[in-house]
T-cell receptor, first 114, second 110 residues
Framework: GDSVTQMEGPVTLSEEAFLTINCTYT??????LFWYVQYPGEGLQLLLK?????DKGSNKGFEATYRKETTSFHLEKGSVQVSDSAVYFC?????????????FGRGTSLIVHP | DAGVIQSPRHEVTEMGQEVTLRCKPI?????LFWYRQTMMRGLELLIY????????DSGMPEDRFSAKMPNASFSTLKIQPSEPRDSAVYFC????????FGPGTRLTVL
């Protein structure tokens, strides 16, 4: 079945450091890929998405590129802020639309210190 | 749009009591999901509805859990009887393409 693997956390960085959170997936065909963010005490929010190979999703300074050859969708940000402290989830949605169940990774906690 | 609405936001109850969690999805979304989140198990899918019909309930832990979606704008998740191990944050999400999550219900069973 489909699966998503994220790097173990927590990831601890100083403000303005470069961020990478690794995500790799296993799926049939070419799924859509997503990054969600969960701030403390809140639900998950869509951060960015990519629907086909080589697409780059971006939002709020975060970026991720859909790499079919390495089945990866790594999340990056050039300069993190304390307000980016949250849990980040990588997810995929199978191709085909209609009835589907997305698959989530276990989440990676990011802690940014001033 | 107000987004996905869940109620109550917090629920504290005693073991053995019935608990009902409520969800109003975003208008126009045809899929609805119930998730449970704990530190130990992370985010678990409990049940998935498409066009108000339950499609996959394989994640429902046991018969104490039941979910309904009587119409496109309302769903409930019921636990009867509740147990301390049911303590978790329960999320409802709806989608037409990507998922939108509600703020969650934090359930504590004493």
């Amino acid at each position: 079945g489909d699966s998503v693997t994220q790097m173990e956390g927590p990831v601890t960085l100083s403000e303005e450091a470069f961020l990478t959170i690794n995500c790799t997936y296993t799926a049939t065909g070419y799924p859509s890929l997503f990054w969600y963010v969960q701030y403390p005490g809140e639900g998950l929010q869509l951060l960015l998405k990519a629907t086909k190979a080589d697409d780059k999703g971006s939002n709020k300074g975060f970026e991720a590129t859909y790499r079919k050859e390495t089945t990866s969708f790594h999340l990056e940000k050039g300069s993190v802020q304390v307000s980016d402290s949250a849990v980040y989830f990588c997810a995929l949605r199978p191709l085909g639309g209609g009835s589907y169940i997305p698959t989530f990774g276990r989440g990676t906690s990011l802690i940014v210190h001033p | 749009d107000a987004g996905v609405i869940q109620s109550p936001r917090h629920e504290v109850t005693e073991m053995g009591q019935e608990v009902t969690l409520r969800c109003k999805p975003i208008s126009g979304h045809n899929s609805l999901f119930w998730y449970r989140q704990t530190m130990m198990r992370g985010l678990e899918l409990l049940i998935y509805f498409n066009n108000n019909v339950p499609i996959d309930d394989s994640g429902m832990p046991e018969d104490r859990f039941s979910a309904k979606m009587p119409n496109a704008s309302f769903s409930t998740l019921k636990i009867q009887p509740s147990e301390p191990r049911d303590s978790a944050v329960y999320f409802c999400a709806s989608s037409k393409d990507e998922q939108f999550f509600g703020p969650g219900t934090r359930l504590t069973v004493l």
